[in-house]
Structure formats: structure tokens, C-alpha cells
């Protein structure tokens, strides 16, 4: 006789009763601060980063290449050390347990400190399902808040909120390396503050120290945190990031995901207001293959004047450039009538791009005098144009401080 398949009504009622606990817990952590702010006064960061890895995976050695690719001034709020504050310390004297109720109400008031407008990463957050659940219901609330106050004084305190779930990822067996390598670095500090007396004693973990509690350590990241992480991918931006690479190969793949998208961050007006302008990356794509169609059709089309054009940029122009060679900066001024001609202008600028320089030209018009009118004593002119081309390249100063 086979065995009875296991019955998954359980496991939803699991998820039931937590998506409630976290609907009771959440909305009373809601009506206190409403109480004590003042709706209005609840200005959430507009841009919230949850920052999650397993152990070993580098979140704190990360955190401030994440900080500054996005443009973040403020520290990260890391969930455990709130977990020792003084209003979780208040909790923990009356014999009462920090759980999640205590830390919704903690994080949420941090969140709303000034220096965290712009943006904020949660260290560590969320952690559990019913964490998860509170987080969605304060993105809800956010961008309710964002819609109430979008035609109104209090616009700019109230914008369109953007969330990231950022993982930094590893495998067991990188974990348990890293936990190990940072516990002998740790244990081998103390010992040397403890015998000279100078320094302070860092935090040594038990899991650093050992093999199957570091194994462990993982494996309830994997059953826990990262069910809970990976319940947000519908949800948030998802951001899975390799961490097993080197530093700087670590540091590509986090810029690599959080690359500005404005059709998703910005409000929809404004995206509309700009979404014609073609974005910077794919014009440089294919940029190199149409500069030299453009030369190409010079030389075929237009031949006289392109080559007119190379003359001149060898005779007048070559010999002021070359004597700037050191700083890579030089300005030309010249009145050619061939440049006259929009198209000798753009020959002359594709030119200089295939050659490796930079060109720019500024047209400005003066007067000349010519002659006196004997009759009227007033001084004619005749119009005049002058060319001033700006040159930039890589000068020999920007090479030897480049060694």
C-alpha cells in the first residue's frame, strides 16, 4: 500500500495566520505613529534598499559601494543594532520580549528620521513572514500617502516610493570559509588588545569558530531569511547578486542591478515628459559603426569638400593642437569661409572623433570696421564669423599621472 500523499492545507493556514498577525501588528504600529506624528509628519525615505545575504556574503563590506551608487549620505539602519536601543533596552528591563510588533514600531520611527528622505538601506530586514507582510502594507500606506498629497503643498514630502530587495548570495561552502577566516581574524585581534591593553574587543560570534555551527548559521539563513527575501520578487525590484567573486567583481554585478531605470522610478508624468530623449547607453551602441558610415559617405558624396576640410585641419589647426600636446586642451580660432557650410562643420567634428580627439564649436559673429561715410561721419561695418573650436584629448600630463 503507497503512502498517503501529505496533506498542504497546514502550511496555508500557516501563511494565513501570519499574513493576519502581521495585518493586526502592522496597523496598530500604524495608528500610534498617526497618533503621535500626525499623518502629514509621515514622511517615509523615497527609495528603500532591503539589504539581505547570507552569512559570510559581505553585506557589511558592501553596504557603502551600495550607499554610494545610489547616492545615499545616510548610514544604513542595521535592524540588530536596533534591536539595542534604548527603546529596545526599555522593553528588555520590564522582562518583556522584542518581538515583531516591538521591532515594526522601532524601524518604522527610525525610518522616519530626516536624514533618511532620500533613501535608506535596511540591514537585515525583513527576516521573518510576518515582517515581510508588514513591509508590503508600509509600501501600501507610502504610496497612498504619495497619491493623497500629489496635487498638493506637501507633493515634494510625499513622492512616488521605490523599493529594492538586494540578496548578496554565496554557497555553503564559501560561507562557512568566510565565517571561519573572519572568526581567527577576530580571535587573533583580541588577544593582541588583550595583551597590549590598546584597542577595543570586537564581537566573536560562536558560529565563527566553529565548523558545524557555521554550516548551521546557513542553513537557517536558506530555510528563513531567504524564503522570506524570495517571497518579495513579485512584489519589489528583485535583486539577486553573486558574492562570491572578488571585491571589485562583487562591486560590478551590485552596479550592474542597480542601474538607474527612470520608466520604473520616476513619476509617471514625468516619464512621459521625457521618455522621447534616447538614453545615453544605447546611442554609444551602435555609435562607433555610424561614425564611419558618416565618414564613408564623405569621402563617396561629398568628396571636394572633405577633403578641403582635412586640409585645413592639417595646415591651421594640427600645428596649434600639437603644441598643446602636454595638457591636452587647445583653442582655435578661424575664419575659413568653408566652415560656413553646416556640413563642413560636421565633417570636421566626425573627423576629430575618429582621429581621438574632441572637438566643440562655438560660432560667434562680430563687426568690422570697413570704411567712414564722408557724408554722415558714421564709422560702416562689415559682419564677420569666427570659428572658435575647442580641443580636448588625452594630454602626456593625464598619461604620466595615470602611471
Known sequence: MGEMESDPAPAA?????????????????????????????????????????????????????IMKARGFTC??????????????????????????????????????????????????????EVQVECMKLLVKKMTALHRKYAKTPLAEH???????????FIDEKTSVERQLHRGRQIAKHNEEVRASGVGEVQELRPTDLDVEAAKHRYRVFKESTWEALQSLREVFFYHLV??????????????????????????????????????AQDIIVHARQELVRRLDSYA??????????????????????ERHAISGRAVINNEDEILSDPLAL??????????????????QLTKIPERVNVHTGE???????????RVYFEGSEIRQGGR
Open 13 to 65: 493556514n500557516l501563511a494565513e495566520v501570519e499574513i493576519k498577525d502581521a495585518q493586526v501588528i502592522f496597523t496598530a504600529v500604524w495608528k500610534a505613529l498617526v497618533e503621535e506624528y500626525g499623518q502629514e509628519n509621515l514622511r517615509f525615505p523615497k527609495e528603500i534598499i532591503l539589504l539581505g545575504g547570507a552569512p559570510g556574503a559581505g553585506k557589511g563590506t558592501n553596504t557603502g559601494f
Open 75 to 128: 548610514p544604513p539602519i542595521v535592524v540588530s543594532s536596533l534591536l539595542d536601543s534604548p527603546e529596545a533596552r526599555s522593553l528588555k528591563d520590564k522582562g518583556m520580549l522584542v518581538g515583531d510588533r516591538e521591532v515594526i514600531g522601532i524601524l518604522l520611527r527610525k525610518m522616519l528620521e530626516p536624514e533618511f528622505r532620500d533613501g535608506a538601506i535596511l540591514d537585515g530586514f525583513p527576516r521573518t
Open 158 to 168: 510625499f513622492r512616488r516610493p521605490t523599493t529594492h530587495v538586494m540578496v548578496l
Open 242 to 279: 553573486n558574492a562570491q567573486g572578488s571585491f571589485a567583481e562583487v562591486e560590478q554585478n551590485i552596479l550592474k542591478e542597480l542601474q538607474y531605470q527612470s520608466s520604473l522610478e520616476l513619476e509617471p508624468g514625468t516619464f512621459e515628459i521625457i521618455r522621447d530623449l534616447p538614453l
Open 300 to 321: 563617396r558624396e561629398h568628396r571636394e569638400l572633405f577633403v578641403k576640410v582635412v586640409e585645413l585641419i592639417q595646415s591651421k589647426f594640427m600645428p596649434i593642437i
Open 346 to 363: 560636421t565633417m570636421l567634428i566626425d573627423v576629430f572623433s575618429d582621429r581621438g580627439y574632441h572637438a566643440v564649436v562655438d560660432k
Open 379 to 389: 564709422i560702416e561695418f562689415r559682419p564677420n564669423t569666427i570659428y572658435r573650436i
